[in-house]
């Protein structure tokens, strides 16, 4: 009569471990669904139940870890922008971007067929990092412009003009860094590469639009600087000149 060499035992019960694997071209967490709904239609005998473990489990593990991390990513960016600004209407302008990134990962990710996972999370998490860095650069040159004595709504489009061209080339290179990761249709990196594609395009495309309504509903207040000022008041004051009386 055949037995086992050892007893499993999970949580103080006897267990037995079944192992599987995925075939290529499915998508992980769809059969893993569709198995888990089957196995909850079945009629288990009394004092038999199951657990689903691998990636499931290690996913719920990872998870609870990961969101302690999110929130004091996303503290630290925020503590990062008011230093930088010191003013929260910039820090806000440059985080309105934050949504559209996100919006666009989840669609990326959903078109190339990956569920959320816990590399696609880490690509969100590495996201807000890239995209909020290109708003940084439109937001902080029209700052840098309106203290020169620029007006508000000219310091708003030559700040689009001219910064439009290095955000567009700066999130081109990362797609294309990462496009070969995203094409590989690995399980383990693909879905981290495909949100930040993802988010990258449409963070460049529609933040573009959205940053400078933004700056233009709620202008932050800016110094302008004593160089900048002076030749404005030497403008606007007309000189009179009268003839020296002997």
């Given at each position: 009569?055949?037995a086992?060499t050892?007893?499993?035992?999970?949580?103080r019960a006897?267990?037995?471990?079944i192992?599987?694997?995925?075939q290529?071209?499915y998508?992980?967490?769809?059969?893993?669904?569709?198995?888990l709904?089957?196995l909850?239609?079945?009629?288990?005998?009394?004092g038999?139940?199951y657990?689903?473990?691998g990636e499931?489990?290690?996913?719920a593990?990872?998870?609870?870890?990961l969101?302690?991390a999110?929130?004091?990513?996303?503290?630290?960016?925020?503590a990062?922008?008011?230093?930088e600004?010191g003013s929260?209407?910039?820090?806000?302008?440059?985080?309105s971007v934050?949504?559209?990134?996100i919006?666009g990962?989840?669609?990326?990710?959903?078109l190339?067929?990956?569920?959320?996972?816990?590399?696609?999370?880490?690509?969100f998490?590495?996201?807000?990092?890239?995209?909020?860095?290109n708003?940084?650069?439109?937001?902080?040159?029209?700052n840098q412009l309106r203290?020169?004595?620029?007006s508000?709504d000219?310091?708003?489009?030559?700040?689009?003009e001219i910064?439009f061209?290095?955000?567009?080339?700066?999130s081109a290179?990362a797609?294309?860094?990462?496009?070969?990761?995203?094409l590989q249709?690995?399980?383990?990196?693909?879905p981290?590469?495909w949100?930040?594609?993802?988010?990258?395009i449409?963070s460049?495309?529609i933040?573009?639009?959205v940053?400078?309504?933004?700056?233009?509903?709620?202008?932050p207040?800016?110094e302008v600087t004593?160089?900048?000022?002076?030749?404005?008041?030497l403008q606007?004051?007309?000189?009179?000149?009268?003839p020296a009386?002997?």
């Amino acid at each position: 009569m055949a037995a086992p060499t050892q007893i499993d035992r999970y949580n103080r019960a006897r267990a037995v471990t079944i192992n599987a694997e995925v075939q290529n071209g499915y998508n992980t967490d769809r059969v893993t669904t569709e198995v888990l709904r089957r196995l909850d239609e079945m009629q288990w005998p009394r004092g038999y139940s199951y657990v689903p473990g691998g990636e499931l489990e290690s996913r719920a593990e990872s998870f609870g870890g990961l969101q302690a991390a999110t929130i004091v990513a996303l503290l630290g960016i925020v503590a990062v922008l008011v230093l930088e600004f010191g003013s929260f209407k910039s820090t806000l302008i440059v985080l309105s971007v934050v949504p559209f990134g996100i919006a666009g990962g989840i669609l990326a990710l959903g078109l190339a067929g990956y569920s959320i996972s816990f590399t696609a999370t880490i690509g969100f998490i590495a996201l807000i990092g890239i995209e909020t860095k290109n708003s940084i650069l439109l937001v902080d040159f029209t700052n840098q412009l309106r203290a020169e004595g620029m007006s508000l709504d000219e310091a708003i489009e030559r700040a689009g003009e001219i910064r439009f061209l290095p955000i567009l080339l700066t999130s081109a290179t990362a797609i294309g860094g990462l496009l070969p990761l995203a094409l590989q249709n690995a399980g383990m990196y693909s879905p981290l590469a495909w949100v930040i594609i993802g988010g990258l395009i449409s963070s460049t495309l529609i933040a573009r639009i959205v940053t400078p309504v933004m700056y233009k509903l709620i202008p932050p207040t800016i110094e302008v600087t004593k160089s900048a000022a002076a030749p404005a008041i030497l403008q606007q004051a007309p000189a009179h000149i009268s003839p020296a009386t002997p």
